[in-house]
Nanobody, 131 residues
Framework: EVQLVESGGGLVQAGGSLRLSCAAS????????IGWFRQAPGKEREGVSC????????YYLYSVEGRFTISSDNAKNMVYLQMNSLKPEDTGVYYC????????????????????????WGQGTQVTVSS
């Protein structure tokens, strides 16, 4: 059974940094694409960053590119999202999610991740950026 547990959220001032962690279990990292999504109040959930550990490809939402960095530690079954230069518009609940690699390739997940395609989700962690 796939399990994902996020942590590391909090309240930070604009310009600050946070590092989110996703503790994963129940699957092999190389067989899945792992993504970070966020959802702000009244808005749709959007893909922030994804990583395909099998080939090293990484996706970033255009608005976070250059500020956020996704990484994984396969030995520890952990995925991280380092968020720097945070802006108030980065506020939301951040989720970790996974999709098997084969359907991810067919669906173009690494080009535009669709939350509807991801099959397992964590409970989310709140990130609030004050101005």
């Amino acid at each position: 059974e796939v399990q994902l547990v996020e942590s590391g959220g909090g309240l930070v001032q604009a310009g600050g940094s946070l590092r989110l962690s996703c503790a994963a279990s129940g699957f092999t990292f190389d067989d899945y694409v792992i993504g970070w999504f966020r959802q702000a109040p009244g808005k749709e959930r959007e893909g922030v960053s994804c990583i395909d550990n099998s080939d090293g490809r990484i996706y970033y939402l255009y608005s976070v590119e250059g500020r956020f960095t996704i990484s994984s530690d396969n030995a520890k079954n952990m995925v991280y999202l380092q968020m720097n230069s945070l802006k108030p518009e980065d506020t939301g609940v951040y989720y970790c999610a996974v999709i098997p690699r084969a359907p991810a390739q067919a669906l173009g997940t690494m080009i535009r991740p669709d939350p509807a395609d991801f099959e397992s989700w964590g409970q989310g962690t709140q990130v609030t950026v004050s101005s």
